[in-house]
């Protein structure tokens, strides 16, 4: 596609529930990343992909949190037994390749909201 | 740690004039810098980076300023527009490194 897709767009769900959030990168971007956003911060890192592989996930705030890669294209996000400190937006980023200079281009995010 | 921060929280400027959003950052091995826009319910909108080895680069309506020395970066945009308003986004990445530090953003506000 032309840009990084993110879906769901919006999610509610009760708290204690699991939930996958899903990113389809800008085509042949081999490099994908996790941020996440609360209300009025900063993105927070979360995990970095590499093709499949996930040579930094130092950013995941617990073992709830996981994210895989299939086909070096699309990324899932799984929050496992959800609270409501999950509740933030999760914005996903593509480039070219890692590394310094090369542009980070983000999604829309999917706004999760947790109850 | 790394740690790159905002001087200015927020900031209202008259359409037509210049803005300037300061960020300083803390990381001496920081080695590219990017800058982004967010607008309500959107995500992080790329608009200009720099790599270490320059000071200034210039895009359309914008130019962004890198002094090292005092590890302080910028982002002027000129005669603004209702359309500017937004939360703007330092963010930095060091050598060798493979994700964006960002810092806590600087809401501009342009008034009519």
């Known amino acids: 596609g032309a840009g990084v897709s993110q879906s769901p767009s919006n999610k509610v769900t009760e708290k204690g529930k699991d939930v996958e959030l899903r990113c389809d990168p800008i085509?042949?971007?081999?490099?994908l990343y996790w941020y996440r956003q609360r209300l009025g911060q900063g993105l927070e890192f979360l995990i970095y992909?590499?093709?499949?592989?996930?040579?930094?996930k130092s950013g995941l705030p617990s073992d709830r949190f996981s994210a895989e890669r299939t086909g070096e294209s699309v990324s899932t996000l799984t929050i496992q037994r959800t609270q409501q400190e999950d509740s933030a937006v999760y914005l996903c980023?593509?480039?070219?390749?890692?590394?310094?200079?090369?542009?980070?281009?983000f999604g829309e995010g999917s706004w999760l909201t947790v109850v | 740690g790394e740690n790159v921060g905002l001087h200015l929280p927020t900031l209202s400027v008259q359409e037509g004039d210049n803005s300037i959003i300061n960020c300083a950052y803390s990381?001496?091995?920081?080695?590219?810098f990017i800058w982004y826009k967010q607008e309500s319910g959107k995500g992080p909108q790329f608009i200009i980076d720099?790599?270490?080895?320059?000071d200034k680069r210039q895009g359309q309506r914008v130019t962004v300023l890198l002094n090292k020395t005092v590890k302080h970066l910028s982002l002027q945009i000129a005669a603004t527009q209702p359309g500017d308003s937004a939360v703007y986004f330092c963010a930095e990445m060091g050598y060798g490194a493979q994700k964006l530090v960002f810092g806590q953003g600087t809401r501009l506000t342009i008034n009519p």
């Open positions: 980023a593509s480039s070219l390749v890692g590394g310094s200079g090369n542009t980070i281009y």
């Open positions: 720099i790599r270490s080895n320059m």
């Open positions: 990381n001496s091995a920081s080695d590219y």
């Open positions: 992909f590499q093709g499949n592989s996930a040579p930094d």
């Open positions: 085509s042949g971007h081999t490099a």
